[in-house]
C-alpha cells in the first residue's frame, strides 16, 4: 500500500511478522534540496509507527556523525538493527556499511541521476516509489528476516526460512502430496538448497516460492509462489501451489492463488501467467478453470508431457 498503513501489518494474529523497521534516518536534503516527496514518505513512516531521526552535523567526519546517529536511537530505545540510513553522503554510506555488527541498513539516494561507487543494500534516485513497506523489507534483507508477502480472509504468506523446514517435511508427507509434485531432498542438501534460493532468487528477484500459513492458528498449511520456467529460448512466469491434504477442497488453493495473481499484477507489474499441471492432476486442473486460466497447449519436459495453461493479468 502507498500512503497508508500497510495492508495486513496488523491483521495477522498476534506474534506473527509485522513490520520489523522501528526508525529511518534522513541524511538527504542537506543543502535545502530535500524532494517534496520527502514529506509524504515521512507521514508514511509516522503512519505505520516508524520514527524519523534527523542526521545532524552535515560538515563532520563520518564517525562523527554516525555516533550522533547512534545516540539518537539510543535515546529512542532503538536498536541499530532496527534502524535504515537513508543517505546522499557517499563517506557515511560507507562508514555504516562497514559497521557490520550494528547491522544498520542503508539506501542511498543518487540525486540527480548520479551513480554511487559505494556499496549499499539499495540505490534509489527517487522517492515517490517508496514507502513504509519499500524500506521495512530492505531493512528485513539486511538482517535476514523473510518478507511478509500478502494475506488473504483465511491465510498469510511469506517467504521460507531455515526455520519453516521441521514443518515443511510434515506438509510433504501429507497424502498424495508428492503425487504430482517432487519430494523434498535430505535435510542437509534441502538446508543447503533453502539457503541458497533465499540468497539468489529472493535477493535478486523479490518473488519466488513462498509458504502459506493459517492467518488464526500460524500453521503452515501450503506453499504458494511464482517460478521461472525455461520454455526453449523464452523464460515464463509460472503459478506454483501446494495445500495440505486436510485443508484440499476446502476452497484454500483458489483462495491464495488469487492473491498471488493479484500481487503479481499490482505489485510485480507481470502481465502474465502459466501453469504447467500433470494431467492426471484433476484439482490442480480445476483450481486453474476457477481461476480463469485457458489452456494454451502441451509441453514435454523429460519425458513427461505437462497441460499448459495461460492467463493473462
Same mark, same amino acid.
Given at each position: 500500500?502507498?500512503?497508508?498503513?500497510?495492508?495486513g501489518?496488523?491483521?495477522?494474529?498476534?506474534?506473527?511478522?509485522?513490520?520489523?523497521?522501528?526508525?529511518?534516518?534522513?541524511?538527504?536534503?542537506?543543502?535545502?534540496?530535500?524532494?517534496?516527496?520527502?514529506?509524504?514518505?515521512?507521514?508514511?513512516?509516522?503512519?505505520?509507527?516508524?520514527?524519523?531521526?534527523?542526521?545532524? !552535523?552535515?560538515?563532520?567526519?563520518?564517525?562523527?556523525?554516525?555516533?550522533?546517529?547512534?545516540?539518537?536511537?539510543?535515546?529512542?530505545?532503538?536498536?541499530?538493527?532496527?534502524?535504515?540510513?537513508?543517505?546522499?553522503?557517499?563517506?557515511?554510506?560507507?562508514?555504516?556499511?562497514?559497521?557490520?555488527?550494528?547491522?544498520?541498513?542503508?539506501?542511498?539516494?543518487?540525486?540527480?541521476?548520479?551513480?554511487?561507487?559505494?556499496?549499499t543494500?539499495?540505490?534509489?534516485?527517487?522517492?515517490?516509489?517508496?514507502?513504509?513497506?519499500?524500506?521495512?523489507?530492505?531493512?528485513?534483507?539486511?538482517?535476514?528476516?523473510p518478507?511478509?508477502?500478502?494475506?488473504?480472509?483465511?491465510?498469510?504468506v511469506? !517467504?521460507?526460512?531455515?526455520?519453516?523446514?521441521?514443518?515443511?517435511?510434515?506438509?510433504?508427507?501429507?497424502?498424495?502430496?508428492?503425487?504430482?509434485?517432487?519430494?523434498?531432498?535430505?535435510?542437509?542438501?534441502?538446508?543447503?538448497?533453502?539457503?541458497?534460493?533465499?540468497?539468489?532468487?529472493?535477493?535478486?528477484?523479490?518473488?519466488?516460492?513462498?509458504?502459506?500459513?493459517?492467518?488464526?492458528?500460524?500453521?503452515?498449511i501450503?506453499?504458494?509462489?511464482?517460478?521461472?520456467?525455461?520454455?526453449?529460448?523464452?523464460?515464463?512466469?509460472?503459478?506454483?501451489?501446494?495445500?495440505a491434504?486436510?485443508?484440499?477442497?476446502?476452497?484454500?488453493?483458489?483462495?491464495?492463488?488469487?492473491?498471488?495473481?493479484?500481487?503479481?499484477?499490482?505489485?510485480?507489474?507481470?502481465?502474465?501467467m502459466?501453469?504447467?499441471?500433470?494431467?492426471?492432476?484433476?484439482?490442480?486442473?480445476?483450481?486453474?478453470?476457477?481461476?480463469?486460466?485457458?489452456?494454451?497447449?502441451?509441453? !514435454?519436459?523429460?519425458?513427461?508431457?505437462?497441460?499448459h495453461?495461460?492467463?493473462?493479468?
Open positions: 500500500m502507498r500512503n497508508g498503513r500497510v495492508a501489518s496488523g491483521a495477522y494474529r498476534e506474534g506473527t511478522p509485522r513490520l520489523t523497521l522501528k526508525a529511518v534516518v534522513f541524511d538527504i536534503g542537506r543543502t535545502g534540496q530535500e524532494e517534496p516527496e520527502a514529506e509524504t514518505l515521512k507521514a508514511d513512516l509516522a503512519a505505520n509507527g516508524i520514527i524519523n531521526v534527523m542526521a545532524a !552535523e552535515p560538515d563532520a567526519p563520518p564517525r562523527a556523525r554516525y555516533a550522533s546517529v547512534k545516540e539518537a536511537l539510543d535515546a529512542a530505545g532503538i536498536e541499530r538493527g532496527a534502524a535504515l540510513l537513508l543517505t546522499e553522503d557517499e563517506r557515511l554510506a560507507d562508514y555504516v556499511m562497514r559497521e557490520k555488527e550494528d547491522g544498520m541498513a542503508v539506501v542511498f539516494y543518487e540525486r540527480g541521476g548520479r551513480r554511487t561507487k559505494e556499496r543494500d539499495l540505490a534509489v534516485q527517487g522517492l515517490a516509489e517508496t514507502d513504509a513497506l519499500f524500506f521495512d523489507r530492505v531493512q528485513k534483507r539486511r538482517q535476514g528476516i518478507w511478509d508477502i500478502l494475506c488473504t480472509e483465511r491465510m498469510y511469506r !517467504e521460507i526460512a531455515l526455520a519453516d523446514l521441521d514443518e515443511l517435511y510434515g506438509l510433504y508427507e501429507g497424502k498424495g502430496i508428492t503425487d504430482y509434485t517432487e519430494p523434498l531432498f535430505e535435510r542437509a542438501e534441502e538446508e543447503a538448497y533453502t539457503r541458497s534460493y533465499i540468497d539468489c532468487m529472493y535477493r535478486f528477484y523479490g518473488y519466488g516460492m513462498w509458504i502459506v500459513r493459517d492467518r488464526f492458528t500460524g500453521e503452515l501450503g506453499r504458494v509462489g511464482i517460478e521461472h520456467r525455461e520454455m526453449g529460448d523464452a523464460v515464463c512466469m509460472e503459478l506454483g501451489y501446494i495445500i491434504s486436510d485443508r484440499q477442497n476446502k476452497g484454500y488453493a483458489t483462495e491464495v492463488c488469487r492473491a498471488v495473481l493479484d500481487y503479481a499484477k499490482e505489485e510485480l507489474e507481470m502481465r502474465e502459466h501453469c504447467f499441471i500433470d494431467p492426471r492432476n484433476h484439482a490442480s486442473i480445476r483450481v486453474a478453470q476457477k481461476l480463469g486460466f485457458a489452456r494454451a497447449g502441451v509441453w !514435454e519436459e523429460q519425458g513427461s508431457v505437462l497441460l495453461y495461460q492467463k493473462d493479468l
